[in-house]
């Protein structure tokens, strides 16, 4: 299990990729700074390649529901704002 975050560039909203921003400033201060982002195409097919079978990636939306859900209505109402499904993921992979 790991999370890993999308390059800032596959980010659409400018808010969104702000707050990215404002996120990663808190390790960065603490000395851990994040220097790496995935490609959520790529890190699913090398992980196959490594014999991980089963992955379950969380994105933005799908995190709020699990995590958050009393925020899913909110979302749903205004779902004229973009899917994020670019910007921080929760993963679990497993070779079962």
């Known amino acids: 299990m790991f999370d890993y975050a999308n390059p800032a560039a596959s980010i659409a909203s ?3 990729r702000r707050g990215r921003e404002i996120v990663a400033a808190r390790p960065a201060a603490a000395g851990e ?3 790496t982002s ?3 195409s790529a890190l699913h ?3 196959y390649e490594l014999g991980f ?3 379950e990636d969380l ?3 799908e995190i709020v529901a699990r995590f958050f859900p009393g925020v899913v209505a909110r979302l749903l109402a205004n779902r ?3 899917s994020r499904q670019n ?3 929760v993963v679990l992979a497993g070779t079962f």
């Open 14 to 16: 400018d808010a969104w």
């Open 33 to 35: 700074p994040l220097r």
């Open 38 to 40: 995935f490609v959520t």
């Open 45 to 47: 097919e090398k992980l």
């Open 53 to 55: 079978r089963s992955i």
């Open 59 to 61: 994105g933005p939306d």
């Open 80 to 82: 004229a704002a973009p």
């Open 87 to 89: 910007g921080g993921h």
